[in-house]
């Protein structure tokens, strides 16, 4: 069965405080993806990862950075939390798409952050 | 401009009806295109790739017009299982342009 797995269900964090999420997969997938969904703006891409050591920014990279020092596991950083950054973080991962196309994405269960 | 746009309903239609959503994606050099399925409180999961010949799934048929960017799903038979939020993602390849984009989900609220 297939497995992403991320280190929280829930946290709370206070501001300014740097935060780690984590996220493993167990698949040997070259991609990895960090999104965050908030209500009304859906699933938005903050930064992508196709290699190890290899990242990329989605398109709300600002307040975050991320690592990806082995092939099954991605975290992403907080630097200095802040309120506007409470959200779902839902880590994904994938093959590497290729011109078939045929490529899924399989999501961890979500890290529910909250910043005071 | 967002780069994957969809109505996001919310659709509240009677159980057996048939439903359609549309999405419009503007890379046009994207090369993959999927129907994803969320429900309520949990993570999304794959419902179905869409091909450019088009492609069925028991009562979920999708498809994919290049020329004019869009991609659609249309639902036969609507169950109350199927409510849902039903999200369009669009995808890249090639080295650092290998990523997925999501649109923002049409809620989908199946009627009794």
């Known amino acids: 069965d297939v497995k992403v797995t991320q280190s929280s269900r829930y946290l709370v964090k206070r501001t300014g405080e740097k935060v780690f999420l984590e996220c493993v997969q167990d698949m040997d997938h070259e991609n990895m993806f960090w999104y965050r969904q908030d209500p009304g703006l859906g699933l938005r891409l903050i930064y992508f990862?196709?290699?190890?050591?290899?990242?990329e920014k989605g398109d709300i990279p600002e307040g975050y950075s991320v690592s990806r020092e082995k092939k099954e596991r991605f975290s992403l950083i907080l630097e200095s939390a802040s309120t506007n950054q409470t959200s779902m973080y839902l880590c994904a991962s994938s093959f590497f798409i290729n011109r078939d196309g045929d490529t899924e994405a399989f999501f961890g269960q979500g890290t529910r952050l909250t910043v005071v | 401009r967002k780069e994957v746009e969809q109505d996001p309903g919310p659709f509240n239609v009677p159980e057996g009806a048939t439903v359609a959503f549309n999405c419009t994606y503007s890379n046009s050099a994207s090369q993959s295109f999927f129907w994803y399925r969320q429900d309520c409180r949990k993570e999304p999961k794959l419902l179905m790739s869409v091909y450019s010949s088009g492609n069925e799934d028991g009562r979920f048929t999708a498809q994919l017009n290049r020329a004019s960017q869009y991609i659609s799903l249309l639902i036969r038979d609507s169950k109350l299982s199927d409510s849902a939020t039903y999200l369009c993602?669009?995808?890249?390849?090639?080295?650092?342009?290998?990523?997925?984009?999501f649109g923002t989900g049409t809620l989908l609220a199946v009627q009794p």
């Open positions: 993602v669009v995808g890249t390849y090639g080295g650092a342009t290998n990523k997925l984009i």
């Open positions: 990862s196709y290699d190890v050591k290899m990242k």
